[in-house]
């Protein structure tokens, strides 16, 4: 397993990341991308062996970081540094200020209106309930006045049938009286 390790090593050493990539799904550009990398790039890599498996052969490769080399072309210099008058530093300050002070009224502008609104909504609120118990107790009164109407009507019409029921007892009686007067 040492030699199928070591030998996996190097053939891994001779492709370079991308042939190792391209590999895996073009078979065909293998061999052409072996002569045009070989040489060109090493990849610093560590192939540990894994216990052998029914399939076969299990490896973890390991690539490591390529190392620092400096380049001229990419080395970037910094802007020159610009010399800062104090007057500069003012305003950037007065600047700085403004904007803290904006910024304050805006919330507070915020603030104000959230207020606002919720005095609206509370006044609403209020005017809703207001008119909900007026409603309520003009109903009430109304209801009220019905009943009373209605008792008073009630009464009349026990009254009528009790009087009525009076003259019809003053005509039995007087009937009765006749019906005396005249038998005896």
């Known amino acids: 397993m040492a030699k199928t390790a070591i030998a996996y090593k190097e053939k891994m050493k001779e492709l370079s990341l991308i042939n190792l990539i391209c590999s895996c799904f073009h078979t065909e550009a293998k061999n052409t991308l072996i002569g045009q990398f070989e040489g060109n790039t090493t990849l610093d890599m560590e192939v540990k062996p894994i216990n052998k498996r029914a399939s076969g052969q299990a490896f973890e490769v390991i690539l490591k970081s390529p190392s620092p080399t400096t380049d001229a072309n990419y080395s970037i210099t910094s802007p020159p540094k610009k010399d800062i008058s104090l007057e500069d530093i003012q305003k950037k300050l007065e600047a700085a200020e403004d904007r803290r002070r904006s910024q304050e009224a805006q919330v507070l502008k915020a603030l104000a209106e959230k207020r606002e609104h919720e005095r609206d909504v509370l006044l609403k609120a209020m005017e809703e309930n207001s008119n909900f118990s007026r409603m309520a107790e ?18 009349a019409a026990m009254m009528e049938r009790l009087q009525e029921k009076e003259r019809h007892a003053q005509v039995v009686r007087r009937n009765k009286e006749l019906r005396e007067e005249l038998t005896a």
Do not use: G, W
């Open 138 to 155: 003009e109903k009430l009164a109304v209801k009220m006045e019905q009943i009373k109407e209605n008792r008073e009507a009630y009464l």
